[in-house]
């Protein structure tokens, strides 16, 4: 399976339990499209957050995102790590 991160934009001043509660949404029903979400990150001061993922594709990232109540504004694939 692939990688990818993905970008959600206007989540200013999002606190550490807001984004706890949003990657658990994720986690809840991720194995409905085979998703796998490892991390996510915020900067309350420009309202992005960022996540972490491994699915068979940006699709069913945002398909999870979705139902989970926050969609993705953007969606990359990660074919490179180290």
């Not at 998703?35 to 001061?45: I, L, N, Q, S, Y």
């Not at 594709?57 to 953007?74: K, L, N, T």
Request: glycine share 4%.
């Amino acid at each position: 399976m692939a990688k990818f991160m993905d970008i959600h934009r206007g989540m200013k001043d999002i606190t550490a339990e807001q984004l706890k509660e949003a990657h658990n949404a994720d986690l809840a029903i991720e194995s409905q499209e085979n998703v796998h979400f490892e991390r996510a990150w915020a900067d309350p001061g420009s309202g992005d957050v960022f996540c972490l993922s491994e699915a068979p594709s940006a699709e069913a990232v945002q398909r999870i995102h979705e139902r989970a109540g926050h969609a993705a504004d953007e969606i990359h694939p990660v074919p490179l790590t180290v």
